[in-house]
């Protein structure tokens, strides 16, 4: 299935906004996980079926991604969201053997700090720290940002974000 969705502008909306338009989905996808739906037939099975669905990608521009994820922007010291590169002044490091991918327990455990927060200061505070707040893909068990959000192709080369990557931070 392919899922496209836009969300009106002409500003993007706040994180508290946009967990409140994709909660619904979310909300549909922890059953399809979870539970499954049954289809009472189909072509190669007359009685029925049982099938689990689940978010194989997250596919957006650069911008979308990190805030659909809910993870710090790319000019933040948390500039990648694949590896634990951390603050600008590692661009430009190309001993990628030794990057270490960012541990997805941990930025559960960093997101729901963030959502049990009790004040806006200690979100703040965390969200310094660790660079992200919390998401509601974050209700998905499989969620792992460093793997299923992807960066589309147009922007990732029509754009430039290649050229930039490669000329400016490496």
Known sequence: MYLAGVIPGPKQPSLDNLN???RPLINDLVDA???GFKFSNTACYPDGRLTRSAVALVVCDLP???????LA???SHFYCSACN????STYGRVDFE????RDRDKLREYAEQWRDASTSSERARLFKAHGVRYSELWRLPYWDPSRQLVVDPMHCILEGLVQHHT????
């Open 20 to 22: 409140h338009y994709i």
């Open 33 to 35: 996980w979870e539970r």
């Open 64 to 70: 979308a991604a990190r805030h659909i994820a809910s």
């Open 73 to 75: 922007g790319v000019g």
């Open 85 to 88: 590169c951390y603050h600008k």
């Open 98 to 101: 030794t990057w270490e991918p």
């Open 167 to 170: 000329r400016s931070l490496l």
